[in-house]
Nanobody, 118 residues
């Protein structure tokens, strides 16, 4: 089985920074793309950023220039550096990964809360 465990959420003030981490563990043969999604209060889950195994990154327009996604393939870990945080960034942030065990599967973490106060 595969587990994704996020960490690094918390409560910050507008303009501050946070870094989220997500580590995959289990019987992993390979990991393709990894991504961060978020779901704000009363909103649908949305893609924040994604990164391929070769480290090509894509971002939602709302976070471009403020957030940076990166990964460490040796540690099966993906990071999200969030700078200049805004109250509208408040959400539960979820890690997602395409993981090859015996077959490719789509896996999710349990989520970590990020709250940005004004």
């Amino acid at each position: 089985q595969v587990q994704l465990v996020e960490s690094g959420g918390g409560l910050v003030q507008a303009g501050e920074s946070l870094t989220l981490s997500c580590t995959a563990s289990g019987s992993i043969f390979n990991i393709a793309s990894m991504a961060w999604y978020r779901q704000g209060p009363g909103k649908q889950r949305e893609l924040v950023a994604s990164i391929t195994r070769g480290c090509t990154a894509n971002y939602a327009d709302s976070v471009k220039g403020r957030f940076t996604i990166s990964r460490d393939n040796a540690r099966n870990t993906v990071y999200l550096q969030m700078n200049s945080l805004k109250p509208e960034d408040t959400a539960v942030y979820y890690c997602n990964a395409g993981v090859l065990v015996t077959l490719w599967g789509d896996y999710w973490g349990q989520g970590t809360q990020v709250t940005v106060s004004s």
